[in-house]
């Protein structure tokens, strides 16, 4: 079936029409609803609604507001409140069902926002979980004829199965409806070091869930980060997927020293993609124990910081891309890769797009593993650190360029004004720097550019499936790392990180701005179309009031979205606000101020005719609540 497609050409930004005979299996969320975290399970952030439009979306306002069960529970005892509520409501059915920090579930009006009902697993007895501590992003939707269930991983690492019309647990689901996922892997898990805080994925009747592990260990030995698969109607274990690969499996060999036996964590602790045409799970994993140091761990470490593609029903590998070789600079894979049909010199391609914290957009060939665009591998500054052997060389790939800086020049630096390079030029002076994977040292802080919470992050990237265009949003910020000596009473490392800020000219960033952007990426060509700054920044400090500046940017997560009509963006910066632009120009067409800190990844979905945005606000002293808005009746 050929489809009409619009795209951009060239730096005009001239809307043109071509034809091509792709098929869009990833289509984004239909039917007026938003059934998965991400929109549809291949993690597009897209919806055809238009209702809401250039012309209109000014006039949106707030609907109805639905606040957390946390809140009040908080309100009785602090010890159990939540820094950022991150929860993104799914609607399907007619029903919405959102999550609270403390993993209940709730399904709720989505046309009024009240309650329909609410299952609490109580996990906040249990204490707080590790990591982010009391942090939840939602749950997935599964139907199958008359069987219909929710399923939520929850803080305390179990797995339970809801029916849909009670919300009560499934009883021929495991044990009386939940799984405890700490029990069944090759080895026994501390509860204190292991949770999970992401949606489980679903595909042909197989529920795959990752974990959040603890980031800061002490020890070498950590609990693993395998994936496991779980038959959706019975919680029978289908399939694990060991993270790292154990004797006798592919890519055991690149553990040396027998270190396989004991690393840990390399763990899926984000958000997974689903192909249901082909039966496959893409699983983006994270860093190895520990972050920073891998003189414990030497080798290549498959499958660390690596896309995996699994057969849904088997759990066995189809391919994998390892997008970092024995990594120490913590650049888990932290978002899921989007799903795309494109076409590219005339070839129909399956793709799909990895955000990295790196600032990469790589595209792969999501049945086959291999790059749509040649990939390279390049030698990088490799370590002093005694007993450390980073890999002498990185993949880097050629197309599309990278959308943040990386590594450190002075090209990157501050300089609104001569001074102020200047003082830039001897704050760097005092930290050791270099490009792109330059390794922590002992001498003297490493400053890594972007850092662990910088570039693409785990707020995704959004793809419109009519364009062709990637929308990445970027979050420009770095971090300084160095190595110690841990205290061997406490520790079996050598060395673990210590991580730190770094803060340039009168408290100003370091770096030029935009402090956060979005980029847009024409899917077809692999070209950058344009860059624009999410906010305004710090315009106002007294360092800049007298200077004619454009808009630099807020820093703060960036939550995509793109309907028929508009990108959204909703920011989690010091001004709290939803931005409307323009698709094909990047031009701002409105922003609207939200009552709390936008936390968690927004959503859109048509309920009695009329279309919906949500943005889930709250933490660190804001309550936790889903703010619903819509035109005026």
Request: proline share 8%.
């Amino acid at each position: 079936m050929s489809h009409v497609r619009f795209r951009i050409t060239g730096l005009a930004l001239a809307l043109g029409l071509c034809c091509t005979g792709a098929a869009f299996a990833q289509s984004g969320a239909l039917n007026g609803e938003w059934p998965s975290y991400n929109g549809d399970r291949g993690s597009t952030k897209y919806s055809s609604l238009d209702q809401i439009n250039a012309d209109n979306v000014g006039q949106l306002e707030v609907q109805w507001t639905w606040t957390s069960p946390e809140v009040a529970r908080t309100k009785e005892n602090p010890r159990l409140a939540t820094f950022a509520y991150e929860s993104t409501p799914i609607v399907v059915g007619g029903v919405m069902y959102v999550t609270s920090s403390h993993s209940e579930v709730i399904a709720i009006n989505p046309e009024t926002g009240e309650q329909i009902w609410q299952y609490d697993p109580k996990t906040h007895e249990a204490g707080r979980p590790t990591n982010l501590g009391f942090v939840h992003r939602g749950v997935t939707h599964y139907k199958d004829g008359d069987f219909e269930r929710v399923y939520i991983a929850t803080g305390d690492s179990r797995l339970i199965s809801l029916d849909v019309k009670t919300g009560k647990p499934d009883t021929g689901f495991g044990t009386n409806g939940e799984i405890d996922l700490t029990k069944g892997l090759r080895r026994p898990v501390d509860k204190r070091l292991y949770a999970v805080t992401s949606p489980p994925a679903i595909c042909r009747g197989v529920v795959a869930v990752g974990s959040s592990i603890m980031d800061g260990p002490m020890r070498k030995e950590m609990p693993p980060g395998d994936v496991r698969g779980f038959d959706a109607r019975t919680g029978e274990v289908k399939w694990t997927f060991q993270s790292i690969p154990q004797p006798g499996e592919f890519g055991n060999d690149t553990w040396e020293d027998d270190s396989w036996e004991y690393t840990g964590n390399a763990n899926v602790w984000t958000i997974m993609s689903v192909d249901e045409d082909l039966g496959h799970f893409y699983l983006p994993f994270g860093t190895p124990t520990n972050d920073w140091y891998g003189g414990h761990r030497p080798g290549m470490g498959l499958f660390g910081e690596s896309l995996v593609c699994v057969d849904a029903e088997s759990g066995e590998r189809i391919w994998h891309f390892q997008h970092v070789h024995h990594g120490v600079w913590d650049y888990d894979l932290c978002a899921a890769p989007a799903l795309m049909d494109i076409n590219v010199d005339g070839k129909d391609i399956k793709a799909l797009a990895q955000i990295t914290k790196q600032g990469f957009c790589w595209v792969l060939d999501r049945e086959t593993g291999k790059g749509v665009w040649p990939i390279e591998e390049r030698e990088v500054p490799q370590s002093t650190v005694p007993g450390e052997k980073t890999w002498p060389t990185q993949p880097f790939p050629t197309k599309p360029a990278p959308y943040e800086f990386q590594g450190v020049k002075d090209e990157y630096l501050i300089d609104y004004t001569p001074e102020m390079h200047a003082e830039a030029k001897k704050i760097l002076e005092g930290y050791n720097h270099g490009p792109l994977y330059t390794p922590p040292t002992l001498e003297k802080s490493t400053i890594n550019m972007p850092g662990w919470g910088g570039g693409g992050n785990w707020f995704g990237c959004t793809f419109d499936p009519e364009t062709d265009i990637l929308y990445i949003p970027c979050s420009r910020s770095a971090i300084t790392m160095t190595l110690n000596k841990p205290d061997p009473a406490r520790s079996n490392l050598n060395y673990v990180g210590q991580q730190g800020g770094v803060a340039g000219p009168s408290g100003l960033p370091l770096w030029k701005p935009p402090y956060t952007h979005i980029t847009a990426i024409d899917m077809s060509t692999g070209d950058h179309l344009w860059k624009i700054p999410v906010g305004d920044g710090p315009r106002d400090h007294p360092a800049l009031k007298d200077m004619d500046l454009p808009k630099l940017g807020d820093q703060g997560r960036p939550f995509p979205l793109t309907t028929k009509t508009l990108l959204f963006v909703a920011q989690g910066s010091r001004l709290k606000q939803l931005f409307a632009y323009d698709k094909m120009t990047g031009d701002e067409i409105c922003r609207i101020s939200v009552p709390g800190t936008p936390q968690g990844a927004s959503m859109t979905y048509e309920a009695g005719g009329k279309q919906y945005f949500t943005v889930s606000v709250g933490g660190r002293g804001e309550p936790a609540q889903v703010v619903a808005y819509g035109l005026p009746n």
